[in-house]
């Protein structure tokens, strides 16, 4: 039910799915599932999934469609394919992937020839992130992430909120560390339920994270309480950084982030103390105000002083695994490139995992060439992509919208042709390596009930596909069975017995200690060493080491929009589920309580917001609270679906993607900055 991918035992009677629970077997499980985990059945068994293949009868958006079957659905999906490669090169095919399960799909667009595609997991959440410490350290950190929180003395979150984003083995290990006397730090200018457990809360000024990470290297260096013999035996560029920082004191950051300076002196102190077992939690979507990378650098450095990358306590590292691989034509190269701007706009962006904003501009602008074509696998566009208008605009302009989703998503209503996939409880999929685990494990995924009316896995659909496209090469096995076996090929565990028992773990070496030469280097970046001071950065015409750009405070009368995540729903996923829906059937607007006052505002009032550019939401339940800066409101992402055949979600709450028609773009990898956007309170009409 979302991207951590917990192994759950299915009890099955009469072909029926009666309970789902945690696999005691699986390293991130331990038998323990979350809400969404359990309510994987309303998942199954929701009356409003897609049940056939479709075709659009009316126009873009209007949701009219014709039930057909599966040979005709294909046939017409290779027909357009191949109309489009012939007419403008298989490139003007844009490919929207998110989820694991899309990796078939991936092998078939670029063995059809195009290098487009891109997933959210990218330029609206990690990005940033992987690209700020891969500078850093040589490397990202992937997903799981390797936040030591079992071995920490003190865990730091900045903008994360543990607790509300839940993942079963992190929110456990932190409860556990907390409950074993970790100390922890919370910068959030919201009262999180992670700052209802924090030593220091630190409600800092929104968009001034860079100034208070500053502070901290300021005090580690100035007062010396940095990790010497790590930095000396691995960092390389102190005294440029020692320069950098001498200005930005406590009391610098002070007028920057509204936080006392004596509080940012002592947290820094407190990590200082701790040090090397200080988990300074990377955060996952840190696509915030554009200068991303540059803050996802000042997190890195930061862990570097304190030497707690590689170290018991603060961030281990990924222990790698080898696995097979069935022999498959090299993929067609292109001579036009990419059109997202990954790794020419955005000179660092991932060409594995693409710039989605980047596509959209291509479709609207023709350049550098048309898009023409976009297949959607899984991702709810319109959801996850902030300026929903832009996207709009730019799926007018297509020739072919082809949807792979389980539910009609709002999407879907603007496709040619949807694909009804079957749920991840009736399907194979690629197995879950996780290198990034302390105990790296392989893990599969085995359908326990056929698949419900006329959906298909996507391991299928992609197949056939390559079959009617002449690529069946690149799909050199019969059943997923084989794929599974050549898969696990290399490893010292037996497919039978990794078949009865979901997940197989392997012997981990998370600390430097630990490392051997088969490990690869310790930290691959250009010098071998941790570059503080980035000579990549520098380069490229970037900061070579992070500064603090000031940010532009909300207008009079306005909030800084901010959105985060609910235990019991998955992104703009899992609204219309029946069990989750009686835990969480809507979101709310946290406004601070003086605000409220101001404004004549009572509790549980329903509002309609307004952003800068008159963009309004649909009305929302106000949710008063001391636990919020005057200058914020806070609302949880995923609601306000505008899907009709949603039944259960469908107009409940409100949409913060509807509120973002700004953006402020990371020059560095592309990623959208979306805490940019200001809100009002208005009443009346309904949004939009
Ligand atoms: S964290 Fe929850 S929703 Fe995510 S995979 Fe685990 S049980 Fe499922």
């Known amino acids: 039910m979302c991207f951590w991918r917990c192994g759950v035992l299915a009890e099955v009677a009469d072909g029926k799915v009666l309970k789902l629970q945690g696999n005691p077997d699986h390293p991130l499980t331990k038998g323990r599932l979350c809400a969404r985990g359990n309510a994987g059945i309303g998942l199954l068994y929701d009356p409003d999934r897609l049940k056939q293949p479709l075709l659009r009868t009316g126009a873009r958006g209007e949701g009219q469609f014709k039930p057909i079957s599966w040979d005709q659905a294909l046939d017409f999906f290779a027909a357009r394919l191949t109309d489009l490669k012939s007419k403008y090169g298989p490139e003007c095919v844009a490919f929207f992937p998110h989820g694991v399960a899309s990796s078939f799909f991936a092998t078939l667009m670029r063995a059809f020839g195009t290098p487009n595609a891109a997933e959210p997991a990218f330029a609206q959440c990690r990005g940033p992130r ?165 803050r996802a650098r000042a997190m890195a450095i930061l862990t570097a002083l304190l030497g707690s990358w590689g170290r018991k306590g603060g961030i281990f590292l990924p222990t790698p695994i080898k696995t097979g691989k069935f022999a498959t034509p090299p993929f067609p190269g292109s001579k036009r490139g990419r059109a997202d701007g990954a790794g020419t706009t955005f000179p660092l962006a991932s060409e594995e995992q693409g710039v989605t904003n980047g596509l959209v501009e291509a479709t609207l602008t023709g350049k550098p060439y048309p898009i023409k074509g976009w297949i959607v696998y899984g991702q709810n566009v319109l959801e996850s992509i902030p300026q929903r208008q832009k996207t709009l605009d730019a799926i007018q302009q297509l020739d072919l919208m082809v949807v792979v989703d389980l539910l009609p998503m709002e999407q879907t209503r603007y496709a040619d042709l949807v694909l009804p996939e079957a749920t991840y409880l009736e399907r194979y999929d690629v197995p879950h390596i996780a290198e990034s685990a302390k105990q790296p494990f392989v893990a599969i995924r085995q359908p326990i009930v056929d698949p419900l009316y006329e959906t298909k896995p996507g391991w299928w659909i992609a197949k056939q596909m390559a079959g009617r496209l002449g690529l069946q090469e690149y799909f050199p096995w019969d059943f997923p069975d084989q794929h599974l076996a050549k898969l696990v090929e290399p490893l010292a565990a037996s497919l039978a017995e990794l078949k009865a028992r979901g997940a197989a773990t392997f012997d981990g070496r998370p600390y430097i200690d630990d490392r051997r030469p088969e490990d690869g280097p310790l930290f691959p970046t250009p010098t071998g060493k941790i570059e503080l001071f980035s000579p990549a950065l520098k380069q490229l015409g970037f900061d070579p080491l992070p500064r603090y750009t000031p940010v532009i405070d909300p207008p009079p009368g306005y909030f800084r929009l901010i959105y985060g995540r609910a235990p019991v ?79 259960r979600a469908h107009d409940r709450g409100a949409s913060d993607t509807q509120l973002m028609t700004r953006v402020k773009v990371d020059p560095v990898m592309g990623g959208t900055g979306m805490r940019v956007n200001f809100v009002r309170v208005v009443e009346g009409e309904e949004g939009i």
């Open 130 to 294: 992987e690209v700020g410490y891969a500078l850093t350290f040589g490397s990202g950190l992937g997903s799981p992430e390797p936040v030591d929180l079992e071995e920490s003395k003190l865990i730091m979150l900045i903008g994360t909120h543990i607790g509300e984003n839940v993942f079963t083995s992190q929110v456990t290990a932190f409860a556990e560390a907390l409950s074993r006397g970790a100390k922890l730090i919370v910068v959030d200018p919201r009262f999180s339920t992670a700052a209802s457990k924090a030593d220091w809360w630190l409600p800092i000024r929104p968009g001034t994270d860079i100034a208070l990470l500053l502070a901290w290297m300021n005090v580690l260096l100035t007062e010396g309480i940095y990790d010497k013999d790590y930095i000396t035996s691995h960092g390389e560029g102190l005294p440029e950084l020692e320069a950098h920082v001498r200005e930005f004191t406590p009391e610098w950051a002070e007028a920057i982030t509204e936080l006392p300076a004596a509080e940012i002196r002592a947290t820094a102190r407190a990590m200082g103390q701790a040090k090397p077992a200080v988990a300074l939690h990377p955060g996952r979507h840190t696509t915030w105000y554009g200068d991303d990378t540059q």
């Open 569 to 647: 729903h998955s992104f703009a996923r899992s609204e219309n589920n029946a069990l989750l829906d009686s835990l969480m059937p809507e979101n709310e607007a946290w406004i601070n309580n003086s605000a409220a006052r101001d404004l004549g505002l009572s509790e549980g009032q329903r509002v309609i917001l307004e952003n800068q550019d008159g963009a309004k939401c649909l009305p929302v339940r106000v949710r008063i609270t001391a636990g919020i800066r005057k200058d914020c409101l806070y609302m949880v992402h995923g609601f306000g679906h505008r899907s009709p055949a949603l039944h």
